[in-house]
Nanobody
């Protein structure tokens, strides 16, 4: 399975963006999915995760209430709706697939990665 992330861009504080992650060459429903982000000079950090059928979600504290992770297994798609964006959200965002939902808070638990899409929040 290959993952392709898209939807990033340059926005102002308070704006919204919707990231997408398209899967090809396989079935997304076989995986728990997550979003991670990496700012320059920093480690790749967990943002959100969702279970295979979408029944469970979990968010990093600073994005809880602002970001929403969702998936459409029929379309082989993963999404991250980001509202009320802040400059601290600026990073490269990566979608990831794994087999262990509870551990998909660690980058090391991801089995597959998308190529990343840049989100820059600046006034």
């Amino acid at each position: 399975v290959q993952l392709q992330a898209s939807g990033g861009g340059l926005v102002r504080p308070g704006d919204s963006l919707r990231l997408s992650c398209a899967a090809s060459g396989g079935t997304l429903s076989n995986y728990d999915m997550g979003w991670f982000r990496q700012a320059p000079g920093k480690e790749r950090d967990f943002v959100a995760r969702i279970s295979r059928r979408g029944g469970l979600t979990y968010y990093e504290g600073s994005v809880k209430g602002r970001f929403t992770i969702s998936r459409d297994n029929a379309k082989n798609m993963l999404y991250l709706q980001m509202n009320n964006l802040r400059p601290a959200d600026t990073a490269m965002y990566y979608c990831a697939a794994g087999s262990d939902y509870n551990n998909l808070i660690l980058a090391s638990a991801a089995e597959l990665w998308g190529q990343g899409t840049q989100v820059t929040v600046s006034s």
